[in-house]
């Protein structure tokens, strides 16, 4: 790559982004050479973007608010600009007077800044020298750290600001449209006309249900002249039990939910789609937002009684997991990590995992509070088979198994004794793969286990407890390992044993998440470079300081064998005091009703995220958000019942001038749909969709060509026309069609995903088999209508895939290619060649137009119209 | 895949200047431009590092080739042979819990081949004769100890699954050279690679970064060719009236939008790969003498051949990055029996791999193709189970040929009983920040902005192997 200074201007008639592509010299280049056009520019430095985190990282360890070495201090403006005891340091203005930039330059070793530590990257020293030259400016904001005004806006407490004043009334339908108008009024644009209700009618159902409107429900809103036509539908679909579908996809996505273990074997996890239902019918019931996360936290140790609470734990459980790892207290930190990371990212909306080796580059994030925020979870332990009961029901199977057992005893001893040659080898096996220590722990006594061999000991158990899902040595793999006699009486015992299967009672319901281990947590380390075994100081458990720096009030739940610390965490994050909770949800149910958030990096609320385009705007929503008891329906009825809201997707070409990217919401954008959506919408214009709900997944066909990996289609076909949500997740084989669709990779937190146009994507909607059946489907549907009239055909097969009626010239248009289609099928038929047909075609219907028309819905399902919401 | 990048809408102006600043190399930044200048000379190219490199061949040794059986050779671990190992050596902690066993001699024969004189076992003598164009780095060190972690990181430079791989770090960086097939291609010749698809993953980069793993049967790509009950003139007339539809819907919408573009785009690209796809992979074209110099008329060689002769077609059509794997499904992990194992493995091997260097000269393709050897780590001195070794991920050996490396050198060197990179050791990020330099690329200067950190395909370490360099 060049490190020349070399600019580039981009320009079209619409759009003019100027900017230094390549100013290679700053480690923070690009983004400081914003402002500037042109490749003779100089950038402009700014201090909280370039220097504060230079300053943060390598000065305040002795110059900043514990140590003030020289009587120096770096992270005040008063107290930076006095200087050290040998006087001022910074001469706006001079740089190569001020002592600043000779002691960072110094070559003798002794005398050179940082002290004790390499000299600093002279693109640091080369932007320190640029700031001073320009002046030193230093924005009041952040004049003085210890004051609230330095801090960065996200960790400002929520206002609670009055919606503007605007000039069009009469556009306002609530004061969210208030603060969009006021903002497209003082930049000169206006706002779009409203969508057509066909239009609004097909965004609002994808947007909040994923499903389109039928064509009688199309009928009842176009017919529905009352003033609230609108809103009745909107509440009619918040109150559907499609909402929780379609919007725990985006939970999901955060959650890096999925349904296998990952790494080399992959394991499936059976219990985890609990939590995907959890979280649709949390969703549906329009839980509290405070509650919802709460339960993920540490439901637990709050409602431990509460089914729900528990499974909601899963949230902290989806790390993707090694059952082959050897080294085991590396394979704890980085399961820490990898929740400390989620939780930071979801929850808070910051990047903490920036601070894991070192103090955050540029948020004020230090490398104690990342591990500080670890400790809260630092017992945890995988709870992999919860019996989803109460205490009583518990008890009771536990009696009926009791009996069962009893009964069943000697056939059992003895088919444990055939089994056990080949468990003792399977464990040993395993075992002696463990380093010494490891071992030691496993074998040793349970009351001379520290804390710290408890977590050794739960993690190694996950495979070698009978009771997990993961065991490795079950009867049948045992008994699959035997042969000869041993096999022959194995078997024969097993069908003795069959006979008692009535007296056995049901398994109960299972569910996964985590419990703490114990009252007592393993200590917590800050980990030098990040690195497992590199032990710094310990750090008890905190909240990010910058913060909230009180420490937390921590204590052992009554009557639970827990520590209490996700308790507190739980409490700190649910909290309406908590600057960023609200804000960081608001936005993100913002986001996906409108593509992009008011923060456009819905996870990085921190200096290097996006600021917001509507501060105020953001603001209220979060104060309304905590005010309406944390409803998301509440905020998402107002964006929905908005102005904005129901807006065109169209724009003159002044405003497309003055907002190319829509960032102040003059238009509706318009969003390609996920590709579950794509799916869901597709079988339901196909008449083949499957809407029952929850339950364990569903695995539907996939691609000639890459079956098996573990993906073996439901045996009940119905099964397979299930919603996109209930598509079993594996993290080593996604569903090919969603990959291809920018699925995450369910490896880590994904706040928003990527919408890449590929040709992969083509070959899968124009070439897979399913695509093609679901054409063949609905063009049943639309021949069914009326198969002696063509114009009734292809103005069903608009109403089923688009929502709406086809115009003249696109009705002719069709018929021009189905005629087209017919003639070149016909001479296909003639050879003898495949065709591909309707389901159930009605008698004496020409099979080489039905197959025209087959083609024709294809098409339908392939349009920009059909995979874009609106 | 990529042909045409597009990821549409950056999240932000901010978003697109790091990216574009950091990252976008000439061809990925033509064509965003493109994209987003109504349609500017793709010849708008940034300068790069002057790279001879345009394509990279990638033989991956699946499981763990033994580097002292066959390009270190160890006198003193003959002599150590069936003693402990001397505790100068140092500890390690294995996969298999192996350490305490006593060593095991290597029972090749050696010999130095070519006017550099470079040390190759008998267990390949046909890619000896090519040692004159090899790099041998025989100080590479990894930090897995696991297959799964391992293949992961020598991929992707991290041991945990979710980076991207090398070969979509390079198709991000410099785009692809051949609109109509995929910049970055895999091929296996047995199992499934251990950790499957994240190993040739885009991880946080956009999803059309990624590698597609091509077919053995029918057609290489999935869902590449159209249902049989649907002909080609009707598949041809199905997407005229899609464009058709698809231009009077962007009529009535937002004029500017590079999505819609894009998308129309995606489908007349899908439709050319759809014939230069199968013609890329049709074999039948080579004459009987080159499908004789891969070895693709011997049962053991054919299935490698087969994939190295494919290799070249690609490379030859413009496709960025190939990763082949040889012995898929750990198949080099000679725990026990390495003799047998490795015999056969070399032997399947061996002609491929040599017969691919001759024709790559021939076509005069090795300057600009870089290809390069090794597997996921070596293997250890201490036996396992009386006549295996172990994994070893603390010194093993590599090598490149062709693409601007050092034609006839040894980098590097192992202790005298081959555990441990002791001279010049090349850490896994060394090795892509290597690879990257031939290419071009400044592995520091390949950025993508990613949760806020500037993710570059070293992580935080990486150092160019000048050595390695012509």
């Not at chain 1, 996505?253 to 059976?270: M, N, Q, V, W």
């Not at chain 1, 540490?298 to 528990?310: F, V």
């Not at chain 1, 750090?539 to 739940?557: C, H, M, W």
């Not at chain 1, 699925?743 to 590929?758: H, K």
């Amino acid at each position: 790559m060049s490190r020349s200074r070399s600019g580039l201007v981009i320009s079209t008639g619409l759009l003019a982004i100027a900017c230094c592509i390549m100013w290679g010299q700053l480690a923070f280049g690009a983004p400081t050479a914003e402002a500037q056009a042109g490749p003779s520019a100089t950038p402009r430095v700014d201090f909280e973007r370039d220097i504060q985190p230079i300053f943060r990282s390598s000065c305040y360890q002795c110059h900043g608010p514990d140590r003030q070495k020289a009587k120096l201090r770096l992270d005040s403006r008063p107290l930076a600009m006095q200087g050290g005891k040998d006087g001022k340091i910074i001469l706006p203005g001079d740089a190569d007077q001020s002592e600043l930039i000779r002691r960072l330059t110094e070559t003798d070793e002794n005398m050179r800044m940082p002290q004790d530590r390499e000299a600093l990257p002279a693109e640091q020293i080369a932007l320190i020298r640029a700031w001073i030259e320009q002046g030193a400016t230093w924005p009041d904001r952040l004049a003085n750290v210890n004051a609230k005004l330095s801090k960065h806006w996200s960790f400002m407490p929520v206002g609670h600001p009055t919606p503007p004043a605007v000039s069009d009334k009469s556009w306002v339908r609530n004061p969210i449209d208030q603060f969009v108008l006021a903002k497209l009024e003082s930049g000169g644009l206006t706002p779009a006309p409203p969508a057509s209700r066909e239009a609004l009618i097909r965004r609002v159902y994808l947007d909040v249900i994923g499903i389109q409107p039928t064509p009688a429900q199309i009928d009842a809103f176009l017919n529905d002249s009352s003033p609230n036509a609108y809103e009745k539908v909107v509440d009619e679909l918040l109150a559907s039990p499609h909402y929780g579908e379609r919007w725990a996809r985006h939970w999901l996505d955060l959650a890096r939910y999925a349904e296998s273990e990952g790494f080399k074997s992959d394991e499936t996890r059976p219990y985890a789609w609990r939590y995907r239902d959890y979280v649709i019918k949390s969703l549906s019931n329009d839980k509290p937002y405070d509650r919802f996360i709460k339960e993920q936290i540490a439901g637990d140790e709050l409602w431990p009684t509460d089914q729900d609470a528990r499974i909601a734990t899963g949230f902290i459980r989806h790390y993707p997991d090694e059952s082959n790892a050897r080294n085991l207290l590396q394979r704890r930190q980085e399961i820490l990590n990898d929740i400390t990371d989620t939780v930071g990212a979801v929850l808070t909306g910051l990047t903490v995992e920036c601070a894991r080796c070192h103090n955050h580059k540029y948020d004020d994030i230090s490398q104690a509070d990342y591990y500080k925020l670890q400790a809260f979870f630092a017992n945890i332990r995988a709870e992999d088979a919860m019996p989803l009961v109460s205490k009583q029901q518990l008890a009771e199977y536990n009696a009926k198994l009791a009996i069962w057992k009893e009964k069943t005893k000697d056939i059992r001893e003895a088919m444990a004794k055939l089994e056990d040659p080949p468990r003792k080898a399977i464990i040993k096996e395993y075992v002696d793969k463990y380093p010494p220590e490891i071992r030691a722990v496993l074998a040793s006594a349970p009351e001379r286990r520290s804390p710290m061999d408890w977590q050794m000991y739960w993690k190694a158990s996950l495979y070698l407890s009978p009771d997990s899902p993961q065991y490795l040595a079950p009867s049948s793999t045992c008994a699959a390992r035997l042969k000869g006699d041993a096999k022959t009486k194995w078997e024969e015992l097993n069908k003795q044993l069959k006979q008692y299967a009535d007296l056995k009672p049901t398994d109960p319901p299972r569910g996964m998440g985590i419990i703490d281990g114990s009252a007592t947590a393993p200590p917590t380390f800050l980990l030098r470079r990040g690195v497992y075994d590199s032990f710094g100081p310990e750090v008890q458990p905190g909240f990010l300081s910058a913060i909230d720096d009180r420490a937390p009030k921590i204590e052992p739940p009554a009557g639970l064998n827990s520590t209490g610390r996700r308790t507190a965490l739980a409490n700190w994050l649910a909290s309406p005091d908590n600057p960023l909770t609200a804000r960081v949800m608001v936005n993100r149910i913002w986001q996906h009703h409108f593509g992009e958030g008011i923060v456009r990096t819905p996870s990085d609320f921190g200096v290097q995220g996006d600021p917001p385009t509507h501060p105020k705007l953001l603001d209220w929503l979060a104060s309304e958000f905590v005010r309406g008891g944390w409803s998301m329906k509440h905020i998402h009825r107002l964006i929905l019942t908005s102005a904005t809201y129901q807006q065109a997707c169209v724009a003159t070409p002044s405003d497309l001038r003055l907002d190319p990217e829509d960032r102040m919401l003059a238009r509706y954008p318009r969003n390609r749909l996920e590709g579950e959506i794509i799916r869901d919408e597709s079988l339901e214009s196909a008449g083949l969709l499957n809407l029952k709900m929850g339950g364990p997944s569903v695995f539907p066909e996939i691609p000639a060509g890459v079956e098996g990996h573990g993906w073996k289609p439901s045996s009940d076909e119905a099964q397979r026309d299930r919603r996109s949500i209930y598509v079993f997740v594996r993290r080593n084989v996604r569903y090919p069609m969603f990959e291809t669709f920018d699925m995450p990779d369910t490896v880590q937190t994904c706040a928003r995903r990527y919408n890449t146009t590929t040709p992969a994507q083509a070959l899968t909607l124009m070439n897979d088999r399913m695509t093609l059946q679901w054409a063949q489907s609905l063009a049943g549907r639309a021949i069914e209508t009326n198969p002696a009239n063509v114009e009734s055909q292809i103005d069903a097969a608009y109403r089923l895939a688009l929502c709406r009626h086809p115009s003249q010239s696109e009705t002719k248009t069709i018929e021009q290619f189905l005629n087209h289609e017919q003639e070149l099928i016909d001479q296909r038929e003639k050879a003898g060649d495949p065709i591909s047909l309707p389901p159930n075609l009605p008698a004496g219907f020409a099979p080489a137009r039905a197959a025209a028309m087959v083609d024709f819905c294809h098409v339908l399902l392939n349009s920009n119209e059909f995979v874009y919401g609106s | 895949m990529l042909y045409r990048p597009h990821v549409n809408r950056f999240a932000s102006r901010r978003e697109f200047l790091a990216r574009a600043g950091g990252g976008f190399g000439a061809l990925a930044l033509s064509y965003l431009l493109s994209q987003e200048s109504a349609k500017a000379s793709p010849g708008a190219v940034l300068p790069t590092q002057v790279a001879k490199a345009k394509s990279v061949i990638w033989l991956f040794m699946e499981g763990g080739p033994s580097h002292i059986d066959l390009f270190d050779p160890k006198p003193v671990l003959q002599k150590l042979a069936g003693k402990p190992m001397p505790r100068s050596f140092g500890h390690v902690l294995t996969a298999m819990g192996t350490s305490d066993n006593t060593l095991m001699a290597s029972k090749r024969t050696w010999q130095r081949y070519g006017k550099s004189g470079i040390w190759v076992s008998n267990w390949y003598p046909n890619i000896a004769q090519h040692v004159d164009k090899l790099c041998v780095i025989r100080s590479c060190w990894a930090d897995g100890l696991n297959h799964v972690g391992s293949i992961c990181q020598m991929n992707t430079g991290s041991i945990l699954a979710g980076r991207p791989s090398m070969g979509a770090w390079t198709t991000y960086g410099l785009g692809s050279a051949n609109d109509n097939l995929p910049a970055f291609v895999v091929l296996t010749d047995a199992g499934e690679v251990t950790g499957g698809a994240k190993n040739w993953g885009a991880g946080f980069l956009p999803a059309q970064y990624q590698g597609s793993l091509f077919r053995h049967d029918g057609s290489p790509i999935t869902d590449l060719k159209p249902p049989a009950s649907v002909g080609p003139r009707q598949q041809r007339a199905k997407l005229d009236l899609l464009d058709q539809m698809n231009h009077s819907f962007d009529r009535a919408n937002v004029a500017s939008d590079s999505e819609l573009d894009a998308r129309l785009d995606s489908y007349e690209l899908a439709y050319r790969m759809q014939s230069a796809a199968p013609e890329a992979v049709d074999l039948s074209q080579e004459d009987a003498a080159t499908r004789e110099l891969y070895g693709m008329n011997d049962k053991a060689t054919e299935k490698i051949g087969t994939n190295c002769l494919l290799a070249r077609r690609l490379v030859e059509r413009g496709v960025r990055f190939v990763e082949l794997y040889c012995g898929s499904g750990v198949g080099w992990d000679a725990h026990t029996d390495i003799e047998g194992n490795h015999t056969r493995n070399c032997r399947a091997s061996d002609k491929p791999i040599a017969g691919l260097l001759t024709d790559l000269q021939q076509r005069g393709l090795l300057d600009e193709t870089l290809v390069v050897w090794g597997g996921e780590f070596g293997r250890t001195p201490f036996n396992e189970k009386g006549n295996g070794r172990d994994h070893n991920p603390w010194g093993f050996t590599m090598w490149m040929a062709g693409g601007g490396s050092r034609a006839g050198s040894v980098v590097g060197s192992t202790d005298d009983i081959g555990l441990r990179a002791v001279e010049r050791p090349c850490h896994v990020h060394d090795i892509h920040a290597t690879i990257l330099a031939l290419m071009g690329i400044d592995h520091l200067a390949l950025t993508y902005l990613h949760n806020g950190r500037r993710e570059r395909p070293t992580v935080n370490g990486g150092e160019v192997v000048t050595e390695a360099m012509a």
